[in-house]
Structure formats: C-alpha cells, structure tokens
C-alpha cells in the first residue's frame, strides 16, 4: 500500500484522544483512561493505565465554550508534567544513598511525605507557566518597549510585540529540535500522530498500516501554541500600549482568555476538512515539520500503538471531536 505524503488526511472517525511524546515513551489521553508505554532500557514496553482526572469531570462549567480551552491547559501541563517525570524515572541515575544504604530524600520529600510526588508535579506546571508567560508573552513586550520613541501607533507597537513572540517561539522551537535526546523525543511525537492517523481513519492498529500515515497532524499541541501567538496579537491590540506594569499584568491576566480562545478555533480547524481550515492550520503544521515532529522507527511506532490501544473507548462516539 502506498505510503500518503501529505498532512491533509480526511478521517473517517476524528478523535478527541491526544497524546505527548516522553522520554523513549509516549502517553495517550482519552474520554476516560490516561495510558503511558514507555521503552525500558532492556527493550521491554512498560505500560501505565489509570483513570482521567480532569477539571473538566467535575463540573459542566468547565466543559463550556472558552471556559474548557483554559481548563484543558490546566490539564495538559499537568498530567503531561506527570508523565514525562514518569518516563524519566526508568533512565535516571543511581540515586544518592545515605550511610544506611537507603535512598537520600529530597527537601521535599522531607517535608511532604506521602504527598510529595503531588507538590512536585504542581511546582513543576506552576514554573512551566511561570515560564512560558514569562519568555512568550512579557519578555517580548520589554523589548518592544524599546522601540516606543520610533514606534507611534499602539496597533504598530501590538504588531512588532507579536511578531517577536512569533520569533522567540520558533528559534526556541529550532533549537531545542537540534538536541540529540530531543530529537528522540520529536519522533516519538512523530509516532504518536501516526497512530491516530491510523486509528482516525478505522484501520487496524499495526505498524505497517500506521507507517503509512503522515507525521504532521492538524490538532497538535504545537498548531496550538503556534494560533495563542496569532490570537495574542488580536486580543492584546485592544488594551493599546499602557506603561510596562499594567502591560505585564493585562499579560498575564489575558493569557487564560487567549488560550481558551484559541483552543476554540483549533476545535474548529480541527473538525473540518474545508480549504479554508487547512489554510488556517498549515502555519503550525509548518512548524511540526520544520521542529517538533521527526519520521519514527518501527520500535518507537510499537510504543504509541500500546499506549493509544489502552485508551480508546468501548463505545466508538465515546472519543468523537
């Protein structure tokens, strides 16, 4: 069978199930169950099945339009921290011992006991965001400061701000591309979107058959990053251009605005076929093919159809976009 080039594949079935690449692993997300399938260092798949726990289970609120894109980001990070921290663990190094030979706690672990797995994970996506508001949303607009003598017009001052985000995002995204361990990383990503390829188009789940689908896939994590830049420069625009402190505060208080908006025309995107959304998504499948995503090998395709096996629902209208 012939192998299909291009990112445009019209699935029979669109899923909502979604995944992340991890350390020589991938983890898999759908309606009721999280599954992670990891590759051990002695070539066994170690798999890791266990109930959803979303925000958006516990209240309708958080299902609403808007509301559940904000919501969504929440989860993401926070099970994804999860997972990846999980993934490292089978790869990590001998840890420190103390005169007892037993293994040296951390601060943490001192401190919080049984609970400490959790406060690190909520450390861990309380820095990621910390972090990406801080490099991708205030830092560009320091440095467009700068240029507030040259610049006039608000609308102009909104536009280069934008545009830097843009930039910042896609050297960071090349960069990190070119890392050797992350390079393995990308094409665990590139497996992963092949299997729902496969899976959204009712094909059985082999390697074979998911070699035949395309690396690029429209309702990635990183098309979505890609629309919160373009959606950031929209929405920004109007609050013009205040002295640096508000700039920094309407930043971060509109960050989970843009977010939930942007998931809403990615949903969109995501659901049809039509030239105008795949117009609308070919930026960030630019990206994906530019960085993000790498071609897999079979034994890393064989790692995202475990993991994506394990969540897909009984009920097939369970999982629908």
Same mark, same amino acid.
């Not at 169950?33 to 070539?43: E, Q, S, T, Y």
């Given at each position: 069978?012939?192998?299909?080039?291009?990112?445009?594949?019209?699935?029979?079935?669109? +899923?909502?199930?979604?995944?992340?690449?991890?350390?020589?692993?991938?983890?898999?997300?759908?309606?009721?169950?999280?599954?992670?399938?990891?590759?051990?260092?002695?070539?066994?798949?170690?798999?890791?099945?266990?109930?959803?726990?979303?925000?958006?289970?516990?209240?309708? !609120? &958080?299902?609403?339009?808007? !509301?559940?894109?904000?919501?969504?980001?929440?989860?993401?990070?926070? =099970?994804?921290?999860?997972?990846?921290?999980?993934?490292?663990? &089978?790869?990590?190094?001998?840890?420190?011992?103390?005169?007892?030979?037993?293994?040296?706690?951390?601060?943490?672990?001192?401190?919080?006991?049984?609970?400490? #797995?959790?406060?690190?994970?909520?450390?861990?996506?309380? =820095?990621?965001?910390?972090?990406? !508001?801080?490099?991708?949303?205030?830092?560009?607009?320091?440095?467009?400061?700068?240029?507030?003598?040259?610049?006039?017009?608000?609308?102009?001052?909104?536009?280069?701000?934008?545009?830097?985000?843009?930039?910042? &995002?896609?050297?960071?995204?090349?960069?990190?591309?070119?890392?050797?361990?992350?390079?393995?990383? &990308? #094409?665990?990503?590139?497996?992963?979107?092949?299997?729902?390829?496969?899976?959204?188009? @009712?094909?059985?789940?082999?390697?074979?058959?998911?070699? $035949?689908?395309?690396?690029?896939?429209? $309702?990635?994590?990183?098309?979505?990053?890609?629309?919160?830049?373009?959606?950031?420069?929209?929405?920004?625009?109007?609050?013009?251009?205040?002295?640096?402190?508000?700039?920094?505060?309407?930043?971060?208080?509109?960050?989970?605005?843009?977010?939930?908006?942007?998931?809403?025309?990615?949903?969109?995107?995501?659901?049809?076929?039509?030239?105008?959304?795949?117009?609308?998504?070919?930026?960030?499948?630019?990206? #994906?093919?530019?960085? +993000?995503?790498?071609?897999?090998?079979?034994?890393?395709? @064989?790692?995202?159809?475990?993991?994506?096996?394990?969540? =897909?629902?009984?009920?097939? @209208?369970?999982?629908?976009?």
């Amino acid at each position: 069978m012939a192998k299909l080039k291009t990112a445009r594949v019209s699935a029979k079935h669109k +899923t909502t199930i979604g995944g992340q690449a991890l350390i020589e692993g991938v983890m898999m997300k759908g309606p009721d169950k999280i599954a992670i399938a990891v590759r051990k260092p002695d070539n066994d798949i170690e798999l890791k099945v266990e109930p959803v726990r979303s925000l958006a289970k516990k209240s309708r !609120i &958080f299902t609403l339009p808007f !509301i559940r894109g904000m919501v969504g980001l929440i989860d993401a990070l926070k =099970i994804g921290t999860g997972a990846l921290l999980y993934s490292a663990e &089978f790869f990590e190094d001998e840890p420190p011992r103390d005169k007892d030979g037993k293994p040296k706690k951390t601060l943490i672990e001192r401190i919080f006991k049984e609970k400490a #797995q959790e406060v690190e994970m909520t450390l861990a996506v309380v =820095i990621s965001l910390a972090l990406t !508001i801080g490099i991708f949303m205030v830092l560009p607009s320091l440095i467009t400061n700068l240029l507030r003598g040259r610049i006039n017009s608000t609308i102009g001052l909104n536009l280069v701000e934008g545009v830097l985000r843009i930039a910042i &995002f896609l050297i960071y995204v090349v960069w990190v591309s070119k890392l050797d361990d992350i390079k393995r990383v &990308f #094409q665990y990503h590139g497996a992963e979107h092949k299997s729902i390829h496969c899976y959204e188009n @009712e094909m059985p789940l082999t390697v074979e058959n998911v070699k $035949r689908f395309p690396i690029l896939h429209a $309702r990635c994590g990183t098309s979505f990053l890609f629309m919160v830049m373009i959606v950031s420069i929209i929405v920004l625009s109007f609050f013009g251009w205040p002295n640096p402190v508000m700039r920094v505060v309407t930043r971060i208080l509109m960050f989970p605005v843009i977010a939930g908006i942007s998931y809403e025309i990615n949903r969109v995107i995501g659901r049809s076929d039509s030239r105008l959304c795949y117009a609308l998504s070919y930026p960030g499948l630019m990206i #994906q093919k530019l960085a +993000t995503v790498k071609e897999p090998d079979d034994s890393q395709i @064989e790692v995202a159809i475990k993991s994506l096996l394990a969540v =897909i629902p009984e009920n097939k @209208e369970a999982d629908l976009w």
